[in-house]
Every structure is written in C-alpha cells, then in structure tokens.
C-alpha cells in the first residue's frame, strides 16, 4: 500500500519553472514505478511522464518533452515533475501515481493515486 500526497500547485505565470512534489508513505514506495498525469476542465486525464523504481529511466509525453523531467529521491519518500517554460495549455490538475510496472502510459495501470494538486498559468 502506498499513499501519494501532491503538492506545489498553484497560480503561476506563462514561462515559470515550478517543481511539484509527491510525498509518498509506506515502506514499499522504492519498489514502484511512479507516474505524473494531468486533466484539464473537460478533458480526460493524460499521461504526462513516468520515472522507473530506482530513478535510472524516465520518459515523457511528446507535449511536454524538453520542458518536464522527473525525478525522485528513494531515501525521502519522493518524487519530483520539474516543470519549465510553463504554458497556459499546461494549466491542469497534476496527479502522481505509483505502479508495480514501468512504461505504461495508461491510467489503468496505476494502482494508487494522490489527491492531486492544481496548476493555472496565466498568460
């Protein structure tokens, strides 16, 4: 069992470099692959990127490669979206999640989810 708690959201500007943080609980967290989505008002929830158990492979959607990158930090319980040249197509509600596989894009295939944690950028 693992619990996500986002955070880092909130109102910024068109081009601003913001990192969100996903706290994560339970002993178990470094033996998951963890996942970055978003959803926007109306749309369905899309992948944004995903980040391997040990940190060593990562990968992002076509939309924000060269602008997002994701880390994590196995001994603090935490995971990491840096997200830079911020757009106001960006704004979105932002959700970590973890998984027991790594390279899904698909939502279904993250057991546990955060509250998530919104982003607006204003242009």
């Known amino acids: 069992q693992v619990q996500l708690v986002e955070s880092g959201g909130g109102l910024v500007q068109a081009g601003d470099s913001p990192r969100l943080s996903c706290a994560a609980s339970g002993r178990t967290f470094r033996s998951y692959s963890m996942g970055w989505f978003r959803q926007a008002p109306g749309k369905e929830r899309e992948f944004v990127g995903a980040?391997?158990?040990?940190?060593?492979?990562?990968f992002v959607a076509d939309s924000v490669k060269g602008r997002f990158t994701i880390s994590r930090d196995n001994a603090k319980n935490m995971g990491y979206l840096q997200m830079n040249s911020l757009k106001p197509e960006d704004t979105a509600v932002y959700y970590c999640?973890?998984?027991?596989?790594?390279?899904?894009?698909?939502?279904?295939?993250?057991?546990?989810w955060g509250q998530g944690t919104q982003v607006t950028v204003s242009s």
């Open positions: 980040i391997n158990w040990s940190g060593t492979s990562t």
């Open positions: 999640a973890a998984a027991t596989s790594y390279g899904s894009r698909l939502v279904g295939a993250y057991a546990y």
